[in-house]
């Protein structure tokens, strides 16, 4: 079992930056990647960013060049750094824990961008 937990969400203008945590337990030795999701009120929950054990990164295309995915093992924690935020990117923000054909999912954080 891995439970992973957000934070780090919040309320900021366009333009803004936000970092988002998320700090996992449990068997996080069995973990073969990271990856931050999110889900827009009344849409589906999409990628955002990935970053495998071996520190492979990847990203959707609407956030490429301003958002960065990134871990420290040593905390058991992965970020994601969140610069130039539009409205569009309003969303509650999910961290998942990819451990072989499961995914372990956190509570979700509430990023809003305001114009």
């Known amino acids: 079992q891995v439970q992973p937990v957000e934070s780090g969400g919040g309320l900021v203008q366009a333009g803004g930056s936000l970092r988002l945590s998320c700090v996992t337990s449990g068997s996080i030795f069995s973990i073969t990647a990271m990856g931050w999701f999110r889900q827009a009120p009344g849409g589906q929950r999409d990628l955002v960013a990935t970053i495998t054990s071996g520190g492979t990164t990847h990203y959707a295309d609407s956030v490429k060049g301003r958002f960065t995915i990134s871990r420290d093992n040593a905390k058991n924690t992965v970020y994601l750094q969140m610069n130039s935020l539009k409205p569009e990117d309003t969303a509650v923000y999910y961290c998942?824990?990819?451990?072989?054909?499961?995914?372990?999912w956190g509570q979700g954080t509430q990023v809003t961008v305001s114009s």
């Open positions: 998942n824990a990819e451990v072989g054909l499961y995914h372990y």
